[in-house]
């Protein structure tokens, strides 16, 4: 009855709003000597709670992103070694915001056509 595209966005709201909590974070110890700024990758959580299986041999098998990973710039050029850059977090943290309302909208429209479709209209 139901695509799996709800469960899609809700894990991408929960991401958003984890997101979130940790660029304000970030943001929050923009001064605090030694902190290095935290990140959460999206194709990683989509992995943890979504099994993907290859199911047909003429499948393509899935890459191993932890093989050569991104390397995210952990060195710190300040002397007090705290690597975050308050202009990048906050267009990240920006950017978030955007993708968040973006997925609560898509998501909205979902529950609109479904309630359209038990009232009948």
């Given amino acids: 009855m139901f695509s799996r595209t709800v469960e899609f ?5 929960d991401w958003a709003a984890e997101r979130q909590k940790i ?4 943001i929050a110890n923009v001064d605090t000597p030694g902190y290095k700024r935290m990140e959460l990758d999206f194709p990683q959580v989509l992995a ?8 047909h041999p003429l499948h393509l ?18 002397v007090d070694r705290n690597d975050v850059d308050l202009d990048v977090e906050s267009v990240r943290l920006a950017q978030n915001t955007l993708y968040y309302q973006s997925v609560a909208q898509r998501l909205t429209g979902k529950f609109q056509n479904l309630r359209k479709a038990i009232e009948g209209r």
């Fill in 61 to 78: 098998p899935g890459t191993d992103r932890t093989a050569g990973g991104a390397w995210h710039g952990r060195w710190s050029a300040r």
């Fill in 9 to 13: 966005l809700t894990t991408a709201l």
């Fill in 48 to 55: 943890e709670r979504l099994s993907l299986a290859r199911t």
């Fill in 23 to 26: 660029l304000t974070h970030n």
